[in-house]
């Protein structure tokens, strides 16, 4: 039990920090729109990390050092552009609950979900290699891994649902805008860290 507690405080310490896939899950739970699928996009890639890290994959990131500069790149390109198209939306405004709710497909929604997930450098050194090397410390590293895993999958699912008690701020426009806007800040911020290393 010690293990798997350690795990789930670790992991829901790593995951807590607003970033580019935690506001596209609280976004989608504020439109109502996938929220299901999203956030078990997000806990089902983060389980198969976690799991990754706990079987010693992350020396296998340690030994090729070309994959950690692939996707900082990569992923600093898409958050740009990401952030790009949320600055738009926060300049044009007009959105509001009722409007957003038809937004966008399920496809298109899970494929964004799976780039802010798989693109982000920093899910790799937190699962695979932070993760993975303190279970080696861990009385049950199968445990820590189970502990972890479990705080993905709470957190994503509290986020997701648990954006629904903020619907009644978003039903007007402006606050639509200021998420936007904020989703932009942080979305280029990450990507500008991204670029500096």
Known sequence: MTSFLSGFGLGLSLI??????NAFVL??????????????????????????GVAG?????ETVPWIVPLFRWGGAAFLIVYGGRAALAAWRGGSSLQAAAAAGGLR??????LA???LNPHVYLDTLILLGS???????????????VASSFAFFFALGYGATLLR???????????LDGLIAIVMWSIAISLLRG
């Open 16 to 21: 807590l920090a607003i970033g580019a896939q």
């Open 27 to 52: 976004r989608q739970g504020l439109r109502g729109e996938h929220v299901l699928a999203v956030v078990l996009t997000c806990a089902l890639s983060d389980a198969l990390l976690v799991a990754a």
């Open 57 to 61: 994959f992350g020396i296998l990131v």
């Open 108 to 113: 298109r929604a899970v494929t964004i979900c």
């Open 116 to 118: 802010l997930t798989w």
């Open 134 to 148: 303190i279970s080696t410390q861990a009385a049950s590293p199968v445990m820590f891994g189970v502990g972890a």
């Open 168 to 178: 009644p701020v978003f039903t007007r426009p402006v606050a639509w805008r200021v």
